[in-house]
Every structure is written in C-alpha cells, then in structure tokens.
C-alpha cells in the first residue's frame, strides 16, 4: 500500500513539474508586444533616415529633402510646376509635448505644423494643422507683418511675448506642448516660455475666428493629427525630433 502510495506522488510530482517546465517555455518563447509607455519620449527623426516620415499626400520623401550631419535639411526646387515638398509624420497624435531644433536660411520662413489630416480634397497641410512659426524675423516680410507672424508665434493667433531667436544660422530649441486635457498650449523656445493658449472650445474656435484662417472649412477642426514641417519656398533645417504623448 505505501509503495502503490509512493508510486502515485512521483507520478503527480513529475507530471507537476513536467507542467510547469512547459509553462515556462511557453512564456520565454511567447513574443512580448512592447508599448511605449505614455511619459516617454519616442525619436521621431534620429538622423540617419526619413523613417516614420513622407511628403504630404504622396509616398516617401523627395530629393529636395536631404539628410546632413544629423539633419532634415529643405533644398527649395528652382522649378515647382505647382507641387509642394511639405513633409509629415506617418502616424498622428492628440497630447503630447514636441520637442525639435530648427535652422532657418536668411529671410528664410517655415512652419511646424500638428493635427494635420491628409485629406483627398487638400494640398497642403496648413489647411488642416496649425502652425508654429519659424522665420529669420529680422530679414523676412513677415518678421515686419505683425507680432502674431514672427518665430514662435501660433500663427496669426497668438504672439510671442518676446523675441528669443538666434541668428541666422543657429540652432533653435523649441517645445511644443499641447494637452486638451488641461486645455493648454504652450511654447517654450530656447528655454523661455513665449506663447501659451487654451485649446479646446469655446476659446480655441474664438481664436480661429479672429484670424484669416475664419473661413477655411477644415483648418484646426481636428484634435487627432500628424506632426508636419513646412515647405515656405526656402532653406530650412530640423533635427532631434522626438515627441512624449500625454
């Protein structure tokens, strides 16, 4: 009786143990899907390729857009036939902080756009996204057409409180946070707060309808959209471009 005993706790104890060795393989061989925690940054141009990136409305980037010492660098086509060589992310966000350097050619002008949707009926992404300024202030028109169009600003909306540039050729640091959640924007350029807005309604469509852009049916209608920067027509440099979701 004791042996038939003995028998029957090897047998479970070996059938025990056969069971959790098999569990264990399972979980080692099991592929992890892996999350970017929120909180976290994730590069979005690591520069050494237009990974993650496309022109607006078609695939890939153009030679116009070229990669130098870690940077997305705009080389304006002297011949444009009507396109644009506006590039955007391939995937879309909703809060989050946006953090990039920019480098402006002389009397230069570009933009940095977000909630951009790629809509069939639209060409550029300045009809849906709104933008954040970059302009040599002191050479371009528009350094001279108002605050509200000066670097840094949100454009034709709200107005930098000062002007925190460097010249012409320097890198600028700017951060970009936008939180429907506490309903707030803000934009931090070169470690000093320029700009800061609400952006959920009533304030934000109040904003818009003070600006040239009242009228355009889709222009900053969106919460959800892509990071873009802009073809103006002239040189212009981003590099370090990583964003943090909210």
Known sequence: MKGIFFTTLLALTFFGCKEKTKEIEEKLTTPVEME???????????????????????????????????????????????????IVSNEEYTDFVLSLEWKISEAGNSGIFWAVKELDNLGQPYETGPEIQVLDNDKHPDGKNGTSHQAGALYDMVSPSEDVTKPVGEWNLCEITINHKTNMGVIVLNDTEIVNFPVNDPEWSNMVSKSKFADWEHFAKYTTGKIGVQDHGDGVSFRNIKIKEL
């Open 36 to 86: 970017v925690p929120k909180n976290e940054w994730t590069v979005l141009f690591d520069g050494s390729s237009f990974d993650g990136w496309h022109e607006y409305g078609k695939e890939g980037v153009s030679e116009h857009w070229k990669i130098e010492d870690g940077a997305m660098v705009f080389y304006p086509p002297k011949e444009r036939n009507g396109e644009s060589y506006n």
